[in-house]
């Protein structure tokens, strides 16, 4: 079995698995939501930029702990048995691609939540949608694999944000560029940059994930 | 004595240069003045730190590959004298910076950077002790240390050049070599560097070695 089909069938596995119990998915989106609603009954009105920057931040809580629980919730037998059908890059390349789904998801009904209940003009919003998806991306990718780390400490929630927080924020401050460049309607070309960087990084990020998990896994 | 020769250099270096920092002619530039000399003392700390960071990291990929127990050490313990390195090119930042930029915290991307840097050091610090069986805590965390040294490439490196940035190199700004590190500076400079990295690595061996006392104290007493 190659590993393209092993991935597919464990990113399908991961999604029959939520699909069944829908647990961590609705918990998470009324996490957003009521976080969403507390800014809005705190604010009322806020300046343009701090509505970008108040979105993104709403966003890296809720993926936080949207993605802590995907190596958390298995059980070591379950683990095992994966480790015996399927290759270990199989296996972070599949969390990663399901994770970037379940945040693109998300990401997507937060901004309609966000959009709907603070009403804030978007200058270019296919850009913005961009933007979201590469956050949506960047997310996943990071956390996934220190969630990874963190399920082998003790207490791995707290952990994982003392260990995520300084690798995402890099990424986080070229989001909050990129997205603010799309609210004002910049021209795209001055987003260029920020968009190859978040690629590459994200490139990065991924390879090495790939290159690491197998050292991880083994217990 | 033929083994140590580069510990008598290295102090060799460093005390020429703080006699030369702080005695030779320097350039007379608006706003720096004589604070220029600080380049002598502050840049080395920068350029120490991330040299034991990578020194770091290539031990942690060895670890990774062999599972040999000193090299961990070495990479942990590169990471804790860097992180002191780290410490010292802050402080002296700050000092600096309150004299010629009139704040010893300006909201700069490179201090931002080197903040954020240390905070993902000192969570690798963190991550060893929330381990407690030996293996499983070098391993896991020589796999933090590979993932987190890429961002903080980034972050140090390309982040800064993107924006605005009082520093020199960055935000179009022209590098230190090129207008005002005159050939005057560079006598002291590139020994200073050369001395502090060399300081760096001695420190670190001596606190290896400390570390591998302790270990096979810890294992002698176990086994008795």
Not at chain 1, 53 to 62: D, G, P, R, S, V
Not at chain 1, 191 to 216: K, R, W
Not at chain 2, 94 to 99: D, E, G, S
Not at chain 2, 117 to 137: C, F, H, I, P, W
Request: aromatic residues 14%; charged residues 15%; positive net charge.
């Amino acid at each position: 079995m190659n590993i393209l089909k092993q991935v597919k069938i464990l990113i399908q596995k991961e999604i029959i698995l939520e699909w069944r119990s829908k647990y961590a998915f609705n918990s998470i989106l009324l996490y957003v939501v009521s976080t969403i609603f507390v800014c809005y009954l705190a604010f009322k009105q806020i300046s343009p930029i701090t509505w970008n920057t108040l979105f993104w931040i709403i966003m890296l809580f809720a993926s936080i702990n949207a993605i802590v629980k995907s190596f958390v919730q298995e059980s070591r037998g379950r683990q095992l048995y994966y480790y015996v059908i399927a290759t270990p890059e199989a296996v972070i390349l599949s969390k990663i691609i399901y994770n970037i789904l379940l945040l693109l998801v998300l990401t997507v009904l937060a901004l309609v939540f966000y959009v709907l209940v603070f009403k804030n003009p978007l200058g270019d919003p296919l850009l913005y949608f961009v933007s979201v998806f590469l956050g949506s991306l960047s997310f996943a990718s990071v956390f996934t694999m220190i969630s990874g780390i963190a399920s082998k400490a003790n207490n791995s929630g707290a952990l994982m944000s003392i260990l995520s927080f300084p690798v995402i924020i890099p990424l986080l401050m070229v989001l909050i560029k990129l997205s603010k460049n799309a609210m004002d309607g910049l021209d795209r070309s001055v987003s260029y940059n920020e968009i190859g960087i978040l690629i590459a990084i994200n490139v990065v990020v991924i390879t090495i994930s790939i290159l690491l998990f197998p050292y991880l896994w083994r217990d | 004595m033929t083994k140590n020769w580069w510990k008598l250099l290295a102090s060799g270096l460093v005390i020429y240069s703080i006699i030369g920092g702080l005695l030779f002619e320097v350039p007379h530039l608006p706003i720096l003045h004589e604070s220029i000399r600080n380049v002598y003392f502050h840049v080395p700390m920068w350029f120490t730190m991330i040299f034991l960071y990578l020194i770091s990291v290539i031990y942690s990929i060895k670890y990774l590959r062999s599972g040999n127990e000193s090299y961990d050490f070495w990479a942990v313990e590169a990471i804790n004298t860097g992180i002191v390195f780290g410490f010292l090119g802050v402080l002296t930042g700050m000092i600096w910076a309150n004299f010629t930029w009139g704040d010893p915290w300006p909201n700069d991307p490179k201090l931002n950077g080197a903040a954020i840097s240390t905070l993902m050091y000192l969570a690798y610090g963190v991550l060893r002790n929330s381990l407690d069986e030996d293996q499983k805590r070098a391993r896991i965390s020589a796999i933090y240390n590979v993932f987190a040294f890429p961002v903080m490439i980034v972050l140090l490196f390309i982040l800064p050049r993107l924006t605005d940035s009082l520093h020199p190199g960055n935000g179009g700004n022209p590098g230190f070599g090129g207008y005002d590190l005159d050939s005057h500076m560079r006598v002291v400079f590139y020994p200073a560097c050369i001395g502090w990295i060399l300081i760096g690595i001695w420190i670190t061996t001596l606190r290896y070695r400390i570390r591998l006392i302790e270990n096979n104290k810890l294992h002698t007493l176990t086994r008795n």
